[in-house]
């Protein structure tokens, strides 16, 4: 046989200087120290985004309260009015009446897309007035 075949294989090493030993011994904390930071920015970009998505969903749903109480006051007002013919209760009925259109133009105002879509058939509306009055 080959005396060569016989002899365990040496592994080979890789010889690096005293210099590089420091430098990789230093660039390793250097790397998780930038990663760190990188993730942290991300991380504070995230939330930032994250916060304004929030206050927008909080505008859209007071804007959504809102025109939910002003049909609901005219809903009532339109019901008072055919039971008792009271003015009072065509008084408010226009009060809520005219504080529609401005709730919906507030709500189309949105950055959110996803209300836009919504509302535009919204907009179509029309207010009846009741026993005829325009």
């Keep these: 046989m080959d005396s060569n075949l016989a002899q365990p294989r040496l592994s080979r090493q890789i010889r690096i200087s005293r210099q590089q030993k ?20 991300w ?21 959504t309260e809102r025109l939910y109480a002003n049909l609901l006051q ?5 019901r008072g009015y055919e039971i008792t013919r009271r003015q009072d209760f065509l008084d408010r009925y226009e009060s809520a009446i005219a504080q529609i259109p ?3 133009d507030q709500l189309l105002d949105t950055p959110r ?4 879509g919504i509302l535009s058939s919204a907009t179509h509306l029309t207010i009846i007035y009741p026993c005829g009055n325009t």
């Design 22 to 41: 420091r430098q990789l011994i230093l660039a390793i904390p250097v790397t998780c120290l930038v990663t760190s930071l990188a993730t942290f920015g």
């Design 113 to 116: 897309p996803i209300s836009a």
């Design 74 to 78: 005219a809903e009532t007002a339109v």
């Design 43 to 63: 991380l504070q970009f995230q939330t930032a985004q994250a916060e304004t998505r929030l206050q927008q969903t909080q505008r859209v749903r007071l804007e």
């Design 102 to 104: 401005v709730t919906l």
